[in-house]
């Protein structure tokens, strides 16, 4: 780490007029500096982020545009009340739509492809549970959606996506994707259209509340004082909130060479949403495994995990591409924030600064609204 004095001309000009300091520039901290900007265009706004990018997990997911697969609900009903679990589905519809009427369907590359959940031939007794559920779940979450049938069993698609040892396929129609990378630079761009200053390599270690303001201690030993201060930081939230309840959680990312005939279109869950898999640019993009070594992925260190990676390479191979020589193209990890409950925390934790982390692996559903709850708070609005 380079130490250098921050120098009268870098404050003045940089850091002592801004009014709010958002921390991470992360889908949350981005839609908030937005929001900011939206509700009070005269607010001195700036994101400090610690990566030369957004590094966390808005650039590096699996950009699934979903709002909940039929053994998730069914899990979550084991122990929440239906109204939690029905609020928890309306969040994620409200907050898609949101991140499309923020950034446009265009900018996001969203296809309303539908999202698949895949049961092996061990996994009937629950795949019958589902389909027992359906009727139930559609009339439900169709009020919330507005669709006629959100879940159908389409095991005719099986066939023609060519996967290996798949005995049942339930589409969710309305569910979509996007584009990630996509996604954020638009994200990006128009936080900069709206005024907001963003500045990269800014890794705060500590701040402190006081009478004059928050005081931001970066790792270079920079200390700048800001009015209003919000923690966008997510998986990392533990380094900076030591009491926070939230852990980090790594998950393994591949993405193949382009297929050529690959017929997989869509976004598919599959072993309890253990492994997640979408069609991208003619090549498959696959991710999880957090459960084959759940201790060792509870971290934040960007890492590879070569048990998860075997593994995720041997499902691709015989499961999802078994009649196409396929070859990893690249690996990457993401960070995300998880708790002992699948509710963000949105909060004020002290007179000057407000928190909105752990978005619990469906930030690209709730990033957006998140974020602007957390800017309402920042400005007390809510
Ligand atoms: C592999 C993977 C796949 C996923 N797939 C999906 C999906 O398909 N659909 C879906 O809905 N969700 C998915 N998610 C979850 C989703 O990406 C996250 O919920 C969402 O991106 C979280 O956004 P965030 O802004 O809260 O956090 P992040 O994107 O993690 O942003 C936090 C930012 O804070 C910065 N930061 C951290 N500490 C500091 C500090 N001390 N000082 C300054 N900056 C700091 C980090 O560098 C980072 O850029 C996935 C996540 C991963 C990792």
């Known amino acids: 780490m380079i130490q250098y004095d921050l120098s009268y001309w870098e404050h003045e000009s940089f850091f002592k007029n801004l009014d709010v300091a958002v921390i991470g520039s992360g889908i949350v901290g981005l839609a908030a500096a937005i929001h900011l900007k939206t509700l009070d265009p005269a607010l001195q706004v700036a994101v400090l982020e610690r990566g030369p990018l957004p590094i966390g997990a808005s650039t590096r997911n699996a950009g699934f545009a979903c709002f909940g697969s039929m053994t998730e609900l069914l899990d979550d009903l084991t122990h929440m009340s239906e109204d939690d679990v029905l609020t928890v589905v309306e969040k994620r519809w409200r907050g898609l739509q949101r991140l499309r009427a923020l950034v446009g369907d265009t900018h996001l590359d969203f296809q309303m492809l539908g999202g698949y959940e895949m049961f092996t031939e061990a996994e009937e007794a629950i795949f019958q549970q589902c389909r027992e559920r359906i009727h139930d779940f559609n009339q439900k979450i169709g009020r919330i959606t507005g669709h006629p049938e959100v879940y159908k069993v389409v095991d005719e698609r099986l066939q023609r996506f060519g996967f290996r040892g798949v005995k049942h396929l339930i589409l969710n129609q309305p569910e979509g994707q996007v584009h990630t990378g996509k996604m954020m630079s638009a994200l990006l761009k128009k936080a900069i259209e709206k005024g907001v200053h963003i500045f990269n390599g800014f890794i705060i270690k500590d701040f402190h509340d006081t009478s004059q303001g928050v005081e931001l201690e970066t790792e270079s030993s920079w200390m ?154 920042t400005l007390n609005k809510i």
């Open 224 to 377: 700048i004082r800001v009015p209003k201060v919000l923690i966008a930081v997510n998986g990392f939230a533990k380094r900076l909130l030591p009491l926070a309840d939230v852990y980090p959680a790594r998950n393994q990312v591949l993405i193949t060479k382009p297929i050529p005939g690959l017929a997989v279109e869509g976004c598919f869950h599959y072993d309890r949403g253990y492994f997640y898999f979408r069609n991208i640019d003619g090549r498959i993009l696959l991710g999880g495994g957090r459960n084959l070594d759940m201790e060792k992925e509870k971290t934040d260190d960007f890492g590879g995990n070569e048990l998860i990676r075997k593994a995720l390479v041997e499902l691709l191979e015989t499961v999802i591409c078994p009649d196409h020589p396929v070859e990893v193209d690249s690996w990457w990890t993401g960070i995300l924030g998880l708790g002992p409950v699948k509710k963000p925390i949105v909060e004020r934790i002290s007179p000057n600064v407000t928190v909105a982390i752990r978005l619990s692996g469906m930030g690209v559903a709730i990033g957006t609204l998140v974020g602007q709850e957390g800017a309402e708070l």
